[in-house]
């Protein structure tokens, strides 16, 4: 009886007086699928969940389930499951009326009812729990609730707009195994907002990476971690150094040479680049070698200048004696002001396209 | 950290003591001296010596004085619904803010600011038999005769109306758009329709600032004295309990007798404020229920 979904298309426009928050965002969306729309804060990815789930109106654009456009659907015909950021359990139910709501709704008999909320609160690890108030819970709890309460239903689709964001770090990192856990055993198809890539690239099958209401880059996990398109989803996927080159040379499987201020550095790229065109060569502080061998390629010199202590491995700022500063994150112990030798392993470092504005570089 | 028992002094006492003086003071001072000696006027009757209730016997048993009871109910109990129930309407319908809220808000909420006596004023002129909204329906041949809305039971109310409908509709508007917009988006998405979503899960949550609303509108409501004076017909079909207490103190100058009325008054509004409390809580429950075990 359980309704699985082959595809969601849609293709939204949204704009709010003269803001436009979404351009043109399409995108199509294969059934049991884990998508993730990433992005920072104002980028319109809650906004394109909203629409989806038919609670904001879009200004122009259609939704496509299959064959079935259901744009003009409002959000009780659509069937999806939505679990929200800040849990929006009822707070005068207690958590079995919260669960139970939907299937009352659908004028289920009492004992039907009875038996699947009782096997959601098993599912999500909370049995016992009926005749709570949604005040007595903690927030992972609540979250639990919100996500059994959204999941009794067999949702067709399931929408999670930041389900994580108000939980603790610990908290967050157990609810992001249980959905997971939940997404796979259902056989789910589900869209999930959030600014944060770690939950993105652990969570999803695919990640689609937004900036002012426009798809930036959408792929697998991989891609978008190793492959960034731009300086902003490097920056994004956390390439912390960036520097502005000119591109001197290309060579053979997409290696590319670049001047920096008079300093060669040698990296790798899926672009094409003219030389002498402007780039941004970027790397992640983890990336670089700290203490490495002078001979070996992009060997530079400097000065610690900060590091920061955390745990496993330091984080240090690494003023560079060819000017500008370079992120360093390293199991070496460093101490500030020590002089030492970094390496920027070739295939480590990526060449981007210049930008003329946002992002940084 | 240490447990206080309950009659052991300490400093944080003291310093607790120190900070509720002035209120306490000021409680005491304007509020509960002059209600007790109001109850104490209200059993010194000027005509019998000595302690006894013999104003509020004369009060019970004269029809010309507990006829204002019933009349003051008629005033206060369809205004109360009629306000409330306005401004709920109004404001739920813009809890998630409407096309130039500003403006609509402002004309919602001037006639608070102008007073009784300009609102007064005002109604009489373009209600009133040759006001502009009579003369508009004669115009139109809507109308043989001019409405009779003024000086009677309507004309209080349209002002009782006008000048709690603003108070209400402000305090519904912030107590509605509080509730958190994504409780009802999650019940929209649970499959529940808007009315759905108004009966079962925003009603039992506006509830308890519903029940303050009724509780002040009908106490306001209740206790109308300019309106009741400017609008109606003090002497006869608006002749409100605090109209009763009026006459009795200032015109027969027996303040024995208008305590005793005022008393009357409040308890009568005590019982009301009860009413709506227990009210409230049926209805809680009753929206709790539907959706609990079965």
Not at chain 1, 58 to 81: M, N
Not at chain 1, 109 to 129: K, N, S, T
Not at chain 1, 293 to 304: H, I, K, L, M, T
Request: with cysteine; hydrophobic share 45%.
């Amino acid at each position: 009886m359980k309704e699985t979904i082959d595809s969601l298309r849609f293709r939204i426009t949204k704009r709010f007086g003269t803001k436009t928050v979404l351009r043109d965002f399409a995108l199509e969306i294969r059934g049991k699928q884990f998508v993730t729309f990433l992005g920072p804060s104002g980028c319109g990815k809650s906004t394109a969940l909203n629409i989806i789930a038919g609670l904001i109106p879009a200004t122009d654009g259609e939704v496509w389930i299959d064959e079935k456009r259901i744009d003009h659907l409002p959000p009780e015909k659509r069937g999806f499951g939505m679990v929200f950021q800040n849990y929006a359990l009822f707070p005068h139910m207690t958590v079995f009326g919260n669960i139970a709501f939907g299937l009352q709704l659908q004028r289920r008999p009492a004992e039907e009812i009875r038996r699947r909320v009782q096997e959601m609160l098993e599912l999500v690890q909370l049995p016992g729990f009926e005749d709570r108030y949604p005040g007595q819970l903690s927030g992972g709890q609540q979250q639990r609730i919100a996500i059994a309460r959204a999941l009794v239903l067999q949702p067709r689709l399931l929408l999670l707009d930041e389900p994580l964001s108000n939980l603790d770090a610990k908290l967050r990192i157990e609810m992001r195994a249980e959905i997971k856990r939940l997404h796979s055993s259902l056989d789910l198809t589900s869209i999930y907002v959030t600014h944060d890539q770690v939950e993105a690239l652990s969570l999803s099958d695919w990640v689609v990476v937004m900036r002012d209401g426009l798809l930036i880059q959408a792929g697998t996990p991989q891609e978008i971690h190793d492959q960034p398109v731009n300086v902003f989803v490097a920056d994004f996927m956390g390439f912390r150094n960036f520097f502005q080159v000119r591109v001197a040379g290309l060579g053979p499987n997409r290696e590319v040479e670049g001047d920096c201020d008079g300093m060669k550095i040698r990296g790798r790229t899926r672009h094409t680049f003219a030389p002498g065109a402007p780039a941004v060569a970027a790397i992640r502080p983890d990336d670089v070698v700290v203490g490495g061998d002078a001979a070996a390629p992009n060997p530079w010199r400097g000065s610690v200048e900060i590091v920061e202590y955390l745990g496993r491995e330091d984080e240090a700022i690494v003023r560079l004696e060819a000017g500008g500063r370079l992120w360093v994150r390293t199991g070496a112990r460093v101490a500030p002001g020590e002089h030492v030798t970094v390496v920027l392993p070739p295939d480590r470092v990526i060449f981007l396209p210049a930008e003329e504005s946002g992002g940084r570089a | 950290m240490r447990r206080l028992r309950i009659g052991e002094p300490s400093e944080l006492d003291l310093l607790a003591m120190a900070c509720l003086a002035p209120s306490l003071l000021y409680v005491l001072v304007l509020f509960v001296y002059p209600f007790l000696y109001g109850i104490y006027l209200s059993v010194r009757p000027m005509k019998v010596p000595g302690f006894s209730l013999a104003n509020y016997i004369a009060f019970f048993t004269d029809q010309y004085q507990y006829k204002t009871v019933g009349i003051t109910f008629r005033l206060a109990v369809p205004n109360t619904i009629v306000v409330v129930a306005a401004s709920l309407l109004f404001a739920y319908n813009m809890r998630r803010g409407i096309w130039l809220e500003r403006t609509v808000t402002t004309i919602l909420v001037l006639p608070i600011s102008l007073g009784v006596i300009l609102l007064s004023q005002g109604i009489l002129g373009f209600y009133g038999g040759k006001g502009w909204f009579n003369q508009m329906l004669l115009g139109l041949g809507l109308l043989e005769d001019p409405l009779v809305l003024t000086h009677n039971f309507t004309g209080v109310m349209l002002s009782l109306f006008m000048q709690q409908f603003p108070f209400c509709f402000l305090m519904l508007l912030g107590y509605i758009s509080g509730i958190d917009p994504s409780i009802e988006n999650s019940a929209r998405t649970l499959g529940a329709n808007p009315w759905t979503v108004f009966r079962r899960v925003m009603l039992p949550l506006i509830a308890p600032g519903l029940a303050i609303a009724f509780a002040l509108v009908f106490v306001m409501s209740f206790a109308t004295f300019p309106s009741a004076i400017l609008l109606g017909q003090p002497t006869g079909a608006t002749r409100t309990i605090a109209i009763a207490a009026y006459a009795q103190a200032f015109e027969q100058f027996d303040m024995s007798y208008a305590s005793a009325i005022a008393v009357i008054m409040g308890l009568f509004q005590l019982a009301g404020l009860l009413i709506i409390l227990l009210l409230r809580k049926r209805m809680v429950m009753a929206a709790t229920m539907g959706v609990g075990k079965r």
